[in-house]
């Protein structure tokens, strides 16, 4: 037999009332719990709107003002970058007014070292230490000298154009560094909620370990100006010293350069003058050797014309000593013929002792006239080194491009 289905219970018209009572109180609440919830939402939605708005326009005015920091920090850089850049360039033309001072101390420095060599080719009593020399030696010491203060004073303004250049460096970094930076945060600025380039990033507000705090930020561009600031002022302190340095050095070479060539024009008079004295001397001596050549001559001659006159007398004498007997006395012939014989004698050794004395005066004379033409010769070399090889070298050192 089928088993019947179970009919689903019954309930009362009380209960009916009270479910449908609970059923409205239940939607009652809920919808006012509804309408709290959307007053509720909509005063959130308001509020978190303000927020928002308030939020993204104090961003805004922070991004603004963060962007005028940045362009002011970035002009005063830019500026300060200017000015190194300029007194970069004025440096560089100093240092090459240095190297050009240097170059031009080298043809002088080889004239002064040429004549003194020049000068060892004298000879005689002309190799003598006079002025000309002392002043080329004291020249060569004074060029030495200079040179050593250019090459410290070059060697000084290429470590400050390093200096310049390394502030210079520091300075493009801080601009470029800038004007990214300003790149970026002028795009932020510039972006709203319409735009199609905005989107949700991943860890975006995690702290940035390597930024910096805005009094560091600010400090190390304010550090940057402040350096190079700083080496300007030393490259504009040393401009003044290379300056004084070139005008210094350049006195001291003129100066010098002038004692030298004052001297070599003194010496130059001192020995035109001694060697045109040997020249007149020696013309006299060689008149008076032509003199004494003639003296000679004569002398001899006086001699030769004694010898006749004796061999009279002597022959005389040798055939009067031939008189027989009593005819050999001593008559005043045969006195007289003595008296001839020794005053003839007398004669003969007066010219022979003065014929001694003149040529041994010529051979004095003759010594003269080779030493005279010897020194004249000297003299006319040395004239030769110092007028027409040292003067004319010299002629040529010029410091008008110092």
Not at 336 to 344: F, T, Y
């Amino acid at each position: 037999m089928a088993q019947l289905v179970n009919a689903p219970p019954k309930y009362s018209t009380y209960e009916w009332h009270n479910s449908n009572n609970k059923n409205y109180n239940s939607a009652e609440q809920e919808r006012a719990s509804a309408e709290r919830l959307q007053s509720e939402s909509k005063r959130l939605t308001d509020e978190t709107d303000e927020i928002t708005r308030f939020t993204q326009e104090d961003v805004n005015k922070k991004l603004a003002q963060r962007l005028r920091e940045l362009n002011f920090w970035k002009d005063e850089v830019q500026s300060q970058l200017q000015s190194v850049d300029n007194e970069i360039e004025t440096l560089l033309k100093y240092k090459s007014n240095l190297e050009n001072s240097l170059e031009s101390t080298e043809h002088p420095q080889d004239v002064t070292t040429s004549c003194l060599t020049y000068r060892k080719g004298r000879e005689g009593i002309d190799l003598v230490q006079d002025d000309v020399e002392i002043n080329l030696l004291k020249e060569v010491e004074v060029i030495e000298g200079v040179r050593a203060v250019l090459m410290r004073t070059l060697e000084q303004t290429v470590e400050q154009i390093r200096r310049l250049r390394s502030a210079k460096y520091f300075l493009q970094k801080d601009v470029a560094d800038k004007n990214a930076a300003i790149s970026i945060d002028n795009n932020c600025h510039t972006l709203s909620n319409k735009d199609s380039e905005i989107h949700l990033f991943e860890n975006v507000t995690q702290e940035l370990v390597s930024a910096v705090m805005p009094a560091d930020w600010s400090n190390y561009s304010d550090s940057n100006i402040k350096k190079a600031e700083c080496e300007k002022q030393a490259s504009v302190t040393l401009r003044s010293v290379i300056n004084g340095v070139i005008d210094q050095t350049r006195n001291d070479l003129l100066n010098q350069c002038r004692n030298v060539d004052l001297a070599l024009k003194k010496r130059v008079e001192e020995c035109s003058h001694a060697k045109d004295r040997l020249i007149d001397h020696l013309e006299k001596v060689e008149v008076e050797i032509d003199n004494m050549e003639g003296n000679i001559s004569r002398l001899k001659a006086a001699i030769d014309e004694k010898l006749a006159p004796l061999k009279v007398a002597h022959t005389r004498l040798a055939h009067r000593s031939q008189r027989p007997n009593i005819e050999l006395t001593k008559d005043p012939a045969q006195y007289q013929l003595v008296n001839e014989v020794k005053m003839i004698e007398s004669s003969i050794a007066a010219l022979e002792s003065q014929l001694e004395a003149s040529e041994a005066s010529l051979k004095g004379l003759i010594r003269n006239q080779i030493d005279l033409k010897e020194d004249i010769r000297i003299k006319t070399k040395s004239l030769h080194i110092d007028k027409v090889l040292c003067q004319d070298l010299r002629a040529t050192i010029d410091y008008s491009h110092y």
